[in-house]
């Protein structure tokens, strides 16, 4: 079946600096990747939906500036958080959508940031 | 109106039980329907996919899904305490947007 890794699965980072999550479609071209963001005990949140080659649409209320994601490649999208700040802390999932299969989304395994 | 609809639960119950998680949605666009769990600290983990109506099986876990009644269920055979989990529906029309219910959680006591 399809699989998506994501990298790293864990990262501390300082405050003021940045970090990059990358998401990898190993098996299948994902021309659209989705980032979610989510909270302990909480729904997924949408944060960006990401096309291959094109600018990503961002969902209402999510820094574009602060959460920059780059879909370069059909198989890999990065999402890099810019000047974290502790509140910046949570985990963050990636997935993928295989269009040449059924319409499904598969997930990575998802990274936790925590910003000191 | 939300467009998928979850009990979050919390739900409980005995190992060996038989365990239904449920979703309602009010777009009829929707073809394709999922069902995930969740561990604690994970990526969620599609368990299955279902396209139109009709029910699927897959071990322990059937999906069955009533377009007519807007209704998608997950049923759990003889449940194990490592079915323990959120569980995840969602569904989509074109594969460009997904819309989630916002999870059942699940714990089953041995």
């Known amino acids: 079946g399809a699989v998506v890794s994501q990298h790293p699965s864990w990262v501390i980072c300082k405050s003021g600096t940045s970090v990059k999550i990358e998401c990898r479609s190993l098996?299948?071209?994902?021309?659209?990747m989705f980032w979610y963001r989510q909270f302990p005990k909480q729904s997924l949140m949408l944060m960006a939906t990401s096309n291959e080659g094109s600018k990503a649409t961002y969902e209402q209320g999510v820094e574009k500036d602060k959460f920059l994601i780059n879909h370069a490649s059909l198989t890999l999208s990065t999402l890099t958080v810019t000047s974290a700040h502790p509140e910046d802390s949570s985990f963050y999932i990636c997935?993928?959508?295989?269009?040449?299969?059924?319409?499904?989304?598969?997930f990575g395994a998802g990274s936790r940031l925590t910003v000191l | 109106q939300k467009e998928v609809e979850q009990d979050p639960g919390p739900l409980s119950v005995p190992e060996g039980a038989i365990v239904s998680l449920n979703c309602t949605y009010s777009n009829s666009a929707f073809q394709y329907f999922m069902w995930y769990r969740q561990y604690s600290r994970k990526g969620p983990e599609l368990l299955m996919y279902?396209?139109?109506?009709g029910n699927k099986e897959d071990g322990r876990f059937t999906a069955q899904v009533d377009k007519s009644s807007k209704y998608i269920s997950l049923f759990i055979r003889d449940s194990q305490p490592s079915d323990s989990a959120t569980y995840l529906c969602a569904m989509t029309n074109t594969g460009n947007q997904f819309y989630f219910g916002t999870g059942t959680s699940l714990t089953v006591i041995p």
């Open positions: 279902t396209y139109s109506s």
């Open positions: 098996d299948f071209q994902a021309t659209t």
């Open positions: 997935s993928a959508s295989d269009h040449s299969g059924a319409n499904v989304l598969t």
